[in-house]
């Protein structure tokens, strides 16, 4: 369980808060609250602040509203992340004429969702293995199964083929983020850590002990201007995803004969 999260969560509740059926009357709540209100505020606090900064009392005083007021329409942290994840799946977009091959169309599921996770960097620690149960969510899914729906997969691997390429969007965008978050922590970017390194490294490398390290890491250091290129993995490792994937696809046309 992410650490952002509490216990248990009541999934009666949780599933009305994602689904809108119970909107809070309570006199205390405070005018022009609702939960679409809250969910947003707290969408722009996690997105400017990080997921660290999001407490209720952060998206009280962001709402200049009561805490108690906002527990009134989301009883606790654990619940809020999961409508601000419905909510920022809702975002994404959903092209009523997608390309004609597979393949187009899961490149552009994958690059849609790694343009979600660098526009809401904490979603990569709000999510869990088990999904969000709400509108959103099934809505997201639903679409995205629609680009594999006519290759002639069953509806496992259907399923696991979604789940591969979301998980190299997903790495991805985390790789990227810890390359941000590092050159944060540390005041030093990817260059300067290599400028400070570089006499040390060529006083190890012109040994000749790591002659195929030494060519390498030189050819991708050059490459990327960095010890690694975010952009580039990405790119490569989706074209090797979908090239395993076409594997699958053919081996199942094959079989139908």
């Known amino acids: 369980m992410s650490k952002q999260r509490g216990g248990k969560v009541d999934p009666a509740r949780s599933l009305a808060i994602l689904w809108r059926t119970r909107e809070p009357t309570s006199r205390g709540a405070g005018p022009g609250l609702s939960v679409d209100r809250i969910v947003r505020a707290a969408i722009e606090i996690a997105d400017a602040e990080g ?61 849609d969702n790694l343009a979600l996770y660098r ?39 259907m399923d696991a083929v979604l789940t591969l390429v979301l998980g190299h969007a997903k790495s991805a965008a985390r790789a990227a983020l810890d390359v941000v978050e590092l050159e944060r922590e540390t005041g030093m970017t990817d260059d300067q850590w290599w400028q400070t390194h570089a006499p040390w490294l060529e006083k190890f490398m012109t040994t000749g002990s790591y002659p195929l390290a030494a060519r390498v890491g030189t050819a991708a250091g050059m490459a990327h201007g960095a010890a690694y290129g975010p952009d580039h993995a990405f790119e490569f490792g989706l074209q090797r995803v979908l090239d395993g994937i076409s594997v699958v696809v053919a081996e199942r046309a094959a079989e139908r004969g």
């Open 119 to 157: 526009a809401h960097p904490w979603l990569l620690r709000a999510e869990t293995t088990r999904p969000v149960l709400g509108p959103h969510t099934l809505a997201k899914y639903d679409h995205e199964l629609h680009a594999v729906a006519d290759i002639g997969l069953d509806d496992v691997e």
């Open 51 to 111: 997921i660290d900064a999001l407490t209720m009392r952060r998206v009280s005083e962001a709402l200049g509203a009561g805490t108690m007021s906002v527990y009134t329409y989301v009883p606790g942290k654990s619940e809020l992340l999961d409508v601000m994840v419905d909510a920022v799946y809702g975002d994404l977009p959903r092209p009523t004429d997608p390309p004609g091959d597979w393949r187009a169309r899961l490149e552009r599921i994958a690059r």
